[in-house]
């Protein structure tokens, strides 16, 4: 479903726990991180769209989760025709979003990446508010940052008023180990692909990332979902 300008339809989701940080979910078998996002289907409307996307994507139903804000407009991103399908070039030109705020009110075990059977993302964790956008595939930066700066207002402090959230709190993509469900942190050695599809080498978690091992065999390009 595209609009007359060639962008389709979306929603992006920035979910914040109890201490302001936000979920940061790493694609499958990639080195990108994002946040979780999806199309806006037929007959759906954005905030439809944003709670199955969030069930999807990180198993949260509408009780796990309060929402603060929106964006108040589309924001759009053109995806370059290299990550286009030959079939849809001329056709598709991009995304455009609606970016949403939330609250988790429920617990972090409440989170479940393999909620669907088509997982989005295979590790995930609590990162400060101005993400590290050098991980983002980089047609979508501007949108990132854009959605990020209009909804800081409504970031909650401990006091329970909101402020804008403070742009030098933004951190850099540290390395670490893998961090598997029972708690044992190993150095990763799989191969991940890049942003243009070329092997960039082992991958390594950021601290507190919680690692998911995809189920699947093959691998996925960070584009699958543009």
């Known amino acids: 479903m595209l609009d007359r300008d060639g962008f389709r339809p979306n929603v992006g989701i920035i979910l914040l726990n109890q201490k302001s940080q936000v979920f940061w979910g790493k694609r499958i078998r990639t080195h990108s991180w994002q946040f979780p996002q999806g199309g806006i289907d037929r007959g759906e409307n954005p905030e439809q769209a944003m709670f199955r996307e969030l069930h999807e994507e990180v198993g949260l139903h509408p009780q796990h989760v309060q929402v603060l804000a929106r964006t108040r407009d589309w924001l759009r991103y053109e995806v370059p025709d290299r990550f286009i399908r030959r079939d849809a070039r001329g056709h598709y030109k991009g995304q455009k979003q609606i970016w949403f705020l939330l ?124």
């Open 103 to 226: 609250q988790l009110v429920g617990y972090d075990w409440n989170l479940n990446l393999r909620a669907t059977d088509h997982p989005e993302f295979d590790a995930w964790r609590w990162n400060e508010y101005w993400v590290p956008l050098d991980v983002v595939v980089e047609f979508k930066r501007g949108v990132y940052e854009m959605a990020l700066t209009e909804l800081s207002r409504y970031v909650p402090r401990p006091d329970g008023r909101h402020e804008p959230a403070r742009v030098d709190q933004r951190n850099r993509y540290l390395r670490s180990g893998i961090r598997h469900r029972d708690g044992s942190v190993v150095s990763s050695q799989e191969s991940v692909h890049g942003y243009g599809g070329q092997s960039s080498g082992a991958m390594e978690l950021p601290p507190g990332a919680t690692f998911d091992p995809d189920p699947q065999t093959h691998l996925t390009s960070p584009f699958d979902k543009p």
